[in-house]
């Protein structure tokens, strides 16, 4: 199981790399739905390891 940082990691990498990637994106300069998912699941992953880390302290 990837630790919280590395998830944040991919997360976020892989909707960069979209985003480069992407005609519509990148090109177009408009975001696409696939664009839009990766950008959700990387705030998903960042609002809960930032909710992890204020329980912890």
Not at 7 to 16: D, F
Request: glycine content about 4%; hydrophobic content about 30%.
């Amino acid at each position: 199981m990837p630790s919280p940082e590395d998830a944040l990691y991919q997360a976020r990498t892989a909707y960069e790399e979209h985003v480069r990637t992407c005609r519509q994106c990148h090109v177009d300069m408009s975001p696409c739905a696939v664009s839009k998912l990766l950008l959700r699941a990387y705030n998903n992953v960042r609002r809960t390891q930032g909710r992890a880390g204020s329980v912890m302290r």
